[in-house]
């Protein structure tokens, strides 16, 4: 009922939960004490078993990532350290919203994750074959899965929780544009980019850092379906892609991709037009373009996909020395959900199966016992520190650098901003040519037409928003009134969703 007041599991009166408790307005850092959020999170992380929440459909395969180009000035991490240095990969990609029986030419965003066995320890790269996400703030990444999912009534995907929701976080229009063009449906994972969509730290021996954002340019270049072209390969192979690349790679046509970094020193981002944090958005190339890295080889297939590519666990909390996060709220949500939800699903020494296992690394710390532990359990070393019976230390030299935070500790909820429609517009008049914007406007037809009508308004005033020609396009296919969506598109945030209520 409407009068009815959300709580915590616990019964405990919840006063904001669009927002996780951070240290300051804009991207900043994100409390533990946040109870709400760990409690949102964790019990998410435990919603399904034994496939993964999400990510549950995908092909992997083992490779190397090449340094290019040296920009060890930048970063001390040390499988970064030269031109030539090659360091063994392990590589997933994946649909994100389906089961693990789903279709892999569904319209979803596709997974990008990359495991570097580095001599450091194991360094995970989790992002998407999309530069933006849906979301900027994790307390929202549940309930977003969750309209993705389905309906808990029916248990059929339903239009109207997509959209309604999407409508109601107009931060998601970007990603949600990218999506619904023929992006989101890539012919396969061997002709799609990769991005860490994040931005993180790089920093160096002397504690210098910078913020850095990952690309992955596929060197089969880009590929994609039509939407026609995608219901008939789910039809007709709905393991297209993950066959795809098993074959390329058995056949010897080994998938490449060149990997390139953008990098904004501290100083430019207090002064950048926007938030760069902000994982809804994407720095301009004009700005920063992009600096040559790597390049990425895939030229193994796993001998057990069980073994391998199911059971293999990615947590973006992974860093060795030289990289470390950023003050991305979504980011600093996922640095705990991610290992929290691979505990949950293989257990807590999930670190020990072999694909997961840190190959190049000597691992030494006090962590005992624990379901599946496979290992010598540390034998008779002491399992406490610190400890008198020469056991491994501490080593403060490993320690990332200080970053000053003004902090003001509150559940800060980012508005709705100018700048969250700039982006969309740019990328309609820009990026899309006539043959993409047909497509585009017909693939968010055929799926938001099947919305209520009220819904179709809030969103379409949205696009409207954005970019006039691209809100007239999608209403003159819905068949609404034009008038009405300038209207809405002309209101606040709260005046727009109080007119389309039900």
């Known amino acids: 009922m409407a009068d009815e007041k959300l709580t915590t599991n616990k019964g405990i009166p919840i006063s904001n939960d669009q927002a ?38 995908g092909a992997g395969a083992h490779g190397y990532f090449e340094v290019t180009n040296d920009l060890s000035k930048y970063t001390r991490a040390k499988f970064l350290s030269k031109v030539g240095k090659r360091t063994e990969i392990f590589s997933r990609m994946s649909t994100v919203g389906g089961e693990r029986g ?27 074959n999309i530069p933006i996400f849906f979301i900027r703030d994790a307390i929202k990444f549940p309930d977003f899965i969750h309209t993705q999912k389905r309906h808990p009534s029916n248990n059929l995907a339903n239009a109207d929780m997509f959209w309604d929701f999407l409508s109601l976080t107009p931060e998601s229009l970007h990603q949600a544009t990218f999506l619904f063009t023929d992006r989101g449906t890539p012919q396969n994972y061997r002709h799609m980019d990769g991005f860490s969509s994040h931005t993180y730290m790089w920093y160096n021996e002397k504690d210098e850092y910078v913020w850095v954002k990952y690309h992955f340019k596929t060197s089969q270049g880009n590929r994609t379906l039509t939407n026609d072209e995608s219901i008939k390969m789910c039809g007709e192979n709905p393991d297209h892609a993950t066959e795809d690349l098993y074959n390329s790679i058995e056949t010897g046509d080994y998938p490449q991709w060149d990997v390139y970094v953008q990098i904004m020193t501290n100083d430019e981002a207090k002064e950048y037009k926007f938030d760069p944090f902000d994982v809804t958005k994407v720095w301009y190339h ?48 996922r640095l705990f959900a991610y290992e929290d939800t691979q505990r949950h699903r293989l257990g807590p020494n999930h670190h020990q199966i072999p694909i997961n296992r840190a190959k190049n690394a000597k691992i030494n710390n006090y962590q005992r016992d624990g379901p599946m532990d496979v290992d010598d359990n540390g034998g008779s070393t002491p399992n406490y520190y610190p400890n008198s019976q020469g056991g491994p230390v501490q080593d403060i030299s490993f320690k ?41 406007v017909g693939n968010i037809v055929g799926h938001l037409g099947n919305a209520q009508e009220r819904i179709q308004y809030r969103q379409t ?40 209520k039900i």
């Not at 279709?103 to 998407?128: H, I, M, Q, S, W």
């Not at 902090?407 to 709705?416: L, N, S």
């Open 102 to 128: 789903s279709a892999d030419a569904k319209r979803d965003p596709r997974g990008f994750a990359v495991k570097f066995y580095t001599e450091e320890g194991n360094y995970d790269l989790v992002g998407n």
């Open 20 to 57: 996780s408790m951070t240290t300051g307005e804009g991207s900043n850092y994100t409390l533990l004490q946040d109870v709400q959020l760990i409690e949102k999170l964790a019990h998410f992380d435990r919603e399904r078993i034994p496939e993964r929440v999400v990510h549950a459909k």
């Open 286 to 333: 004009g700005d920063y373009p992009l600096i040559p890295l790597g390049k990425m080889v895939l030229n193994r297939n796993p001998e057990n996909y069980f073994v391998e590519v199911e059971q293999v666990a990615f947590a973006p909390s992974n860093f060795v020395p030289g990289i470390s996060p950023s003050p991305d709220r979504l980011l600093q949500g």
């Open 400 to 440: 990332p650098p200080a970053v000053e935070v003004q902090a003001v500790i509150d559940k800060h909820t980012r508005p709705v901003e100018d700048v969250d429609f700039v982006q969309v517009g740019e990328f309609w008049r820009r990026v899309l040519n006539n043959t993409d914007k047909n497509n585009l």
């Open 461 to 500: 005033s949205l696009f409207y928003r954005a970019e006039p020609e691209y809100g007239t396009r999608v209403g003159e296919g819905l068949g609404l009134d034009i008038k009405r969506v300038k209207m809405l598109a002309e209101m606040s945030q709260e005046d727009r969703v109080e007119a389309t």
